[in-house]
T-cell receptor
Framework: DTGVSQDPRHKITKRGQNVTFRCDPISEHNRLYWYRQTLGQGPEFLTYFQNEAQLEKSRLLSDRFSAERPKGSFSTLEIQRTEQGDSAMYLC?????????FGPGTRLLVL | AQKVTQAQTEISVVEKEDVTLDCVYETRDTTYYLFWYKQPPSGELVFLIRRNSFDEQNEISGRYSWNFQKSTSSFNFTITASQVVDSAVYFCALIPRGGGSEKLVFGKGTKLTVNP
């Protein structure tokens, strides 16, 4: 296992469309995290799973956003009715202890 | 409130110079973890180091060293004899442990450019 993987790496969509991103964590890690990073800023926390349970959600996660981790392995992040302000890099991380290891990210552009 | 401040937005140095990246943090928790991550142009955040709040021992790893001082709430990062491959955005981050949160709180990052 070489690390956290994310798919797709890039996504261009039109405003109002739905998009879904996938994250595959490091296999032995039970914790999975989603962050969003806009240009010139540090990543901002969105949500966190321990196994299949979603334990923490940020106020940034509006009702258009939903995340799942159905079997405690991979996770999906869906954005419904995308807006131009959703354009960002979406980062996934996994961890088994105190350190979070990040994937390459999915860069979303909403036109 | 939890906050990480990286006052240096951009730093430019010439290869082989030493450079220090500053990080100041705020938290009311007595137990917390501090991190440094590197983000090269490819975009992936690479973990560099983790320190817990009870361990103020400084650490050296090759050309990298970290100075953790609780008295000034700082966790500075020094690169000795910088190289072009060190060019990246460096983020300092904090996880406060008092409320059981798993959220990493990041600074805004410092963009380091090492010129040949």
């Amino acid at each position: 296992d070489t690390g956290v993987s994310q798919d797709p790496r890039h996504k261009i969509t039109k405003r109002g469309q739905n998009v879904t991103f996938r994250c595959d964590p490091i296999s032995e890690h039970n914790r999975l995290y989603w962050y969003r990073q806009t240009l010139g800023q540090g990543p901002e926390f969105l949500t966190y799973f321990q196994n299949e349970a979603q334990l923490e959600k940020s106020r940034l996660l509006s009702d258009r956003f939903s995340a799942e981790r159905p079997k405690g392995s991979f996770s999906t992040l869906e954005i419904q009715r995308t807006e131009q302000g959703d354009s960002a890099m979406y980062l996934c991380a996994s961890g088994g202890g105190e350190t979070q290891y990040f994937g390459p990210g999915t860069r979303l552009l909403v036109l | 409130a939890q906050k990480v401040t990286q006052a240096q937005t951009e730093i430019s140095v010439v290869e082989k110079e030493d450079v220090t990246l500053d990080c100041v943090y705020e938290t009311r928790d007595t137990t917390y973890y501090l991190f440094w991550y590197k983000q090269p142009p490819s975009g992936e955040l690479v973990f560099l180091i983790r320190r817990n709040s009870f361990d103020e021992q400084n650490e050296i790893s090759g050309r990298y060293s970290w100075n953790f001082q609780k008295s000034t709430s700082s966790f500075n990062f020094t690169i000795t004899a910088s190289q072009v491959v060190d060019s990246a955005v460096y983020f300092c981050a904090l996880i406060p442990r008092g409320g059981g949160s798993e959220k990493l709180v990041f600074g805004k990052g410092t963009k380091l450019t090492v010129n040949p």
